[in-house]
């Protein structure tokens, strides 16, 4: 695989939501986050961006448009990364996620 491993630990129902609107794929804890053949390979790449800045330590929050091939339609989502450190190592990144489309309408 030539993507870090990401298993979804826990996540929101708007996080769970927003994945299935954009992929039409169901999502459990467990779940590798970036399969190749279930998204995209633009939104691997950029996934990928976030999950490494992550894994360096840094904690952010950005805006992400989806144009969904499932739906026809786009979304926008608001996601923080916030890394989880076990001393001086980070072991897991924590993604909180929020449908903000209605606000980037107006």
Not at 65 to 75: L, P
Not at 81 to 104: E, G
Request: charged share 25%.
């Amino acid at each position: 695989m030539r993507y870090p491993k990401n298993n979804l630990v826990a996540a929101s129902n708007s996080f769970h939501n927003s994945l299935k609107y954009f992929s039409g794929q169901n999502t459990s804890i467990g779940d590798n986050l970036l399969q190749e053949g279930v998204f995209p390979d633009d939104f691997l790449k950029l996934w990928e961006k976030f999950i490494l800045k992550a894994l360096d330590g840094q904690t952010f929050k950005t805006e992400i448009f989806t144009d969904s091939a499932i739906r026809g339609n786009e979304m926008w989502t608001e996601t923080s990364f916030n890394p989880i450190w076990n001393d001086s190592k980070v072991v897991a990144i924590a993604c909180y996620s929020r449908n903000i489309t209605d606000r980037k309408k107006y």
